[in-house]
């Protein structure tokens, strides 16, 4: 049994909103968001057969701690695909993307919205290609995913709370994409090529560039070159 209490909705804006007004442990889960949001500001389009939930945490202190816990808990869902997490948090199978996540503050709230692309994916991003789990054949019920991710995500949570983020990050590089090999990060105004070398004891991505000098970016997105 898990603690969280699950509310199917028809339609909403984004189930990040409507969690903002739920109490603690609750999770939404929509068939169909009008406003869906991504990451920096981008669109999450997603066909009805998706998973579109968003759960309801009281604020920690570490917010960010959050992604990680909440991508490894959906790789673990769908280990069965052998996903790869690519900092900090898209989920890919074969180097497509089929799940996000978005942390959101609210008050004294933190919403952990995820998406995964069950029955279909979008064909025209300009970011990366996505895929979905039907086209693996293995599109399962989104209330059972739901469940699964949620289980694992307690269980993800109930380890940091007891050994700290140092387990976490060990669990989390097991299925890191491009560890050891050359990427190129976006940032907000520039971008930075590199060797991936992990992440560090925060979260944070190091990256050694071509004058070897090792760099820490906390934010940008993830290409492999
Ligand atoms: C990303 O990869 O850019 C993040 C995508 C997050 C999408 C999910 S779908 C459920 C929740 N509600 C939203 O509006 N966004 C997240």
Not at 37 to 62: C, F, Q, Y
Not at 117 to 145: C, F, M, S, W
Not at 167 to 178: K, S, V
Not at 183 to 202: P, Q, R, Y
């Amino acid at each position: 049994m898990n603690v969280f209490t699950i509310k199917e909705i028809q339609t909403c804006t984004s189930t990040n909103d409507e969690a903002k007004h739920q109490p603690f442990y609750s999770v939404i889960l929509a068939e169909e968001q009008t406003n869906g949001r991504g990451r920096n500001g981008r669109t999450w389009v997603s066909g009805k057969g998706n998973l579109m939930a968003s759960i309801v945490l009281p604020k920690p202190e570490s917010a960010y701690i959050y992604s990680f816990l909440i991508s490894l808990a959906i790789a673990q869902s769908i280990a069965f695909l052998s996903p790869r997490i690519k900092w900090p948090n898209d989920i890919l199978v074969n180097g497509k993307k089929i799940a996000g996540i978005l942390l959101e503050v609210y008050d004294d709230k933190l919403i952990i919205g995820f998406g995964v692309n069950i029955q279909e994916h979008p064909v025209d991003t300009l970011l990366y290609e996505a895929t979905d789990l039907k086209e693996h054949g293995r599109a399962v019920e989104k209330e059972k995913l739901l469940q699964d991710i949620l289980q694992n995500f307690q269980f993800m949570l109930e380890l940091y709370q007891k050994k700290g983020f140092q387990q976490i990050r060990l669990e989390w590089l097991q299925f890191a994409m491009g560890v050891g090999k050359r990427i190129s990060v976006k940032l907000l105004n520039s971008s930075i090529e590199g060797v991936f070398d992990g992440i560090n004891e925060d979260g944070i991505l190091i990256l050694t560039d071509d004058n070897g000098k090792k760099q820490q970016i906390t934010a940008g997105d993830v290409f492999m070159i």
